[in-house]
């Protein structure tokens, strides 16, 4: 509608956050399940965007909205395998960004030690004088404006948005969640297990273009989750931390 990509991204951010809004609200002031509120959430979206791409293009799929282009870091982009990280959209690099600065505030700043207390202990965080709810609040806020981040990321790197079927996300949200838990609530740990998924997922597009193994590409599709599966099963041993889910009202025995 603007023709700016930059405005295009920013408004993603934007819903993403609200979404997120709404989930803090219902889950830290209205005491709801999580699990549950999330999956509301989510259903939310899964409708809310293609109906909106209906009113403003005519289409559940909006028109081509042009790409970031790329960027190339000379000499790292020459690495074997791993110079197409430095080949790449500028999302790329702003993940790097991310999870270095999510490192360093998670672990070298005092909000990141009120986070890490708000979901371990917040009866000792709210002894030491700190409103566990605003915290919690301001966590989930800012986990929406990453995830906004993601989500327009991804649309720019299609060109456009596609609200057909599963949309063009197609379940990659729930491999998010499901390698943060891997990389064990740590933004290095999650970054390695992305890349792990990520690499699993262009495999499984290779074999279908490839025919390689004649396996039914419906079959070849659920390498990813399958992988999820049994990283679950047998290698995944997340320390969940122990006030996570857990409600907490301030002065509470």
């Known amino acids: 509608m603007t023709g700016s990509l930059l405005a295009g991204l920013l408004i993603g951010v934007l819903a ?25 959430i989510w259903l939310i979206a ?31 982009a020459d690495i074997p395998l791993l110079g197409a ?10 993940m790097f960004v991310a999870v270095i600065g999510g490192w360093y505030v998670l ?6 030690r009120w986070v890490r207390a ?18 919690r609040y301001a966590a989930v ?23 057909n079927g599963a949309t063009m996300v197609n379940g ?12 064990n609530y740590n933004p290095v740990g999650a970054l390695g297990s992305t890349m792990l998924f990520a690499s699993l997922d262009a495999i499984q597009l290779r074999l279908q273009t490839q025919q390689i193994l004649g396996v039914p590409n419906s079959l070849v599709q659920t390498i990813p989750f399958v992988a999820v599966i049994v990283v679950l099963a047998l290698v995944g041993r997340t320390q969940i931390p122990e006030a996570a889910g857990e409600h ?6």
């Open 85 to 94: 990280l430095f080949d790449a959209a500028p999302p790329v690099y702003l």
């Open 107 to 112: 672990n070298r700043t005092a909000f990141g």
């Open 172 to 183: 990659k949200g729930f491999i998010a969640i499901v390698a943060y838990l891997f990389g």
């Open 16 to 40: 993403s956050t609200v979404l997120a809004a709404v989930f803090a609200v219902v889950c830290i002031e209205f005491r709801a399940d999580q699990i549950i509120a999330g999956l509301a």
């Open 248 to 253: 907490y009202e301030s002065g509470e025995e």
């Open 141 to 163: 806020l800012l986990s929406g404006v990453l995830s906004g981040f993601g989500g327009a990321a991804l649309a720019f790197n299609i060109g456009q948005f596609t609200g």
């Open 118 to 135: 708000a979901g371990e202990n917040p009866r000792a965080l709210d002894t030491a004088g700190v409103d566990v709810s605003r915290v």
């Open 46 to 76: 899964l409708g809310l965007a293609p109906f909106a791409s209906q009113v403003v293009y005519g289409s559940p799929n909006t028109d081509g909205v042009g790409t970031l282009g790329t960027w190339t870091a000379p000499v790292l």
